[in-house]
């Protein structure tokens, strides 16, 4: 197997610092900076010696060795990253041990149960794109995968090795060969129809991890040329079940999914069928096996099943706050890929598009200015020539929307999860907003980015509204689809959203819209020229950098001291920036008493930030500058 090596992930917002233990070792404020050379041997040595743990008499010394793998591989769950230069190698270390049943329904023996374990907490800390690439996908294994797979039944026990198993034979499956080749003469179909009488019982069982890779794997299957066949069944046995849990709770006459002797008062009168924990585990399989369906499988097969599926959802919106937040996350996806069926899949052409997207052709474009060329030259004046193209094929592009009714509908039902109080539920939101504005036509979109402006910013919004509103003008400026003309009036509620409090007893809420800011401006650096951002830098500069001194929370320190780095390698025009980069560095900015003491003093030394360093303390610090300084603890 050839190696797959990613470029590295931005860094991702930790925790507070802690004074690293020996062990722990090349950990700076518990972010790794690489895959340190002593965790590998360790984990290396563990896995060399994993064969004779596996005997019996053993069983103290494995657990050790175990916890031992999982404490080492954790590190790096902020930047798994930076695993990826060596886990072919970890993975063929593991896949060695594993000794697939040459005869029907057998299960694992012990040695490959335990290297699965081994294997199936890799791919929990890197993720199971980057894993299922790895392993080995001849299709000499798929025999042996369906039988071993045959002999599990689908109780929680065994979930490590039934969940690597799906993951394998997803990869295997995916293979571009006939399957009818494996059938048989006895009957045609057998190898799918085994494939899906393996993996369907799972997504009947409770809710556990293993329904993603059993989802993953029937929708691979249902993509294939040969599996389209079974889509009109698999379609109705979903919807089935998803109508069938509902018409019982409405026959209970109990639509909160809670029993009616549990509460003294009615609940308020709604239409929509709550998602309750007990509905949850019933539904929540079939609907993410939906969602990976809508994924996969080609549109112009599903466009059939579309006002069917919206029928069925339409029974749980409005969605309810207390609702159960992995059910209502899978129902806006759903709602979202249903308006993404149904949208033309192409980009709409009235769209911002930046000219320089890449580093190199921003360097490139400072090296033409100091010789003199004109800054137009070259790819940026390509890219103007498209975009008036694109301003002029406006009129054509207006051909209207298919089934529009739907499509307002699921945006209507986006923008109200935008201010959910599940953060997973107004982050998919925001997604899906910034994906279908992209497809629609000017002025439709034009009204979904005025209702996120006007509606979730105002001064009685909460945090919740606030954060859902960042995050969706982060997707919608990624996308171009906030134009250059709105950029003053966003810029207004990013820069209050940048110092952003809710008082709630004797502590503040906002941290989350705070971080989300910090993505709007990291956003901004790369989806617009700098002459969009003109009239703008220094107060976005400024503001950037109170944030990454004296806010109170390390994470939201270096999310703005990473947005400021963005915008001064993208738009070349933040005032003495590369001075103030390598000052108030990521790292830097990590203590807080440090920020305070030393780099303040230093950044202040650069008169266009010293006014604005001083207002800020004085309005937002007062308390802390009253001689608290001294006493802050890093």
Known sequence: MRDIVLPPEAPRSPMEEETPSPEDEDVIGCLPRLFAPAHKDEVEGILAQLCPLCVPGKEHDLERAFERYQKLLDLYQEQPSLLDRSISSLLSTLLSYVDLPKTDKTKLNRQSSVAMSFAYHLTKVRGHKVMARQLPHSVQYLAPLISCLEAYDRSESDRPEKSMLLLWLTIVAKNPFDLRKFDGAASEGATLRRIFDVAMPYLEAAWSRTHYYAALLLA?????????????????????????????????????????SSSSSPSPPSSAVRVSMQMADRIIGPIIL????????????????????????????????????????????????????????????????????????????????????????????????????????????????????????????????????????????????????????????????????????????????????????????????????????????????????????????????????????????RAYEASELASHVEEIAASLMCVALFDREVQIRRAASAAFQENVGRQRTFPDGIALITLADYFAVGNRKRCFSQLAYEVSAFPKYTRHLIDHLIVEKTELALLKVPNLDG
């Open 290 to 525: 939906l969602l990976a369906i809508m994924k996969k499988v080609d549109r112009c097969h599903l466009q059939q099943y579309v006002a069917r599926i919206e029928q069925t959802v339409k029974r749980f919106f409005p969605l309810h706050p207390s609702d159960h937040s992995l059910g209502k996350k899978c129902l806006v996806k759903t709602v979202q890929r249903l308006a993404l069926i149904t949208l033309r899949p192409r980009l709409a052409k009235w769209r911002y598009t930046r000219g320089k997207r890449r580093l190199e052709e921003n360097l490139r474009a400072v090296t033409g200015e100091e010789n003199g060329d004109s800054p137009r030259n070259g790819a940026s004046s390509r890219i103007g020539k498209k975009r008036k193209a694109g301003e002029e094929m406006d009129e054509d592009e207006e051909e209207g929307v298919e089934n529009i009714q739907m499509v307002a509908w699921v945006i209507d039902c986006l923008l109200r999860a935008l201010a959910d109080p599940d953060t997973e539920v107004r982050w998919s939101a925001a997604k899906g907003v910034g994906r279908i504005a992209a497809r629609l036509p000017k002025d439709f979109a034009a009204q979904v980015v005025e209702n996120v402006l006007a509606t979730k910013f105002h001064r009685l919004a909460g945090n919740s509204s606030w954060h859902g509103g960042c995050l969706c003008l982060a997707e919608l400026s990624r996308r171009g689809c906030l134009l250059p003309s709105l950029l003053p009036r966003a810029f207004t509620i990013v820069k209050q959203a940048l110092f952003f409090q809710e008082p709630t007893g004797r502590f503040a809420l906002g941290v989350n819209v705070r971080d989300a800011a910090c993505y709007i401006v990291w956003a901004w650096a």
């Open 220 to 260: 691979e299957c249902l993509a294939r040329q040969d599996g389209h066949i079974l889509l009109p069944t698999t379609s109705e046995r979903i919807i089935n079940v998803i109508e069938d849990t509902v018409a019982e709770v409405e026959k209970t006459g109990n639509t909160n999914g809670t029993p009616s």
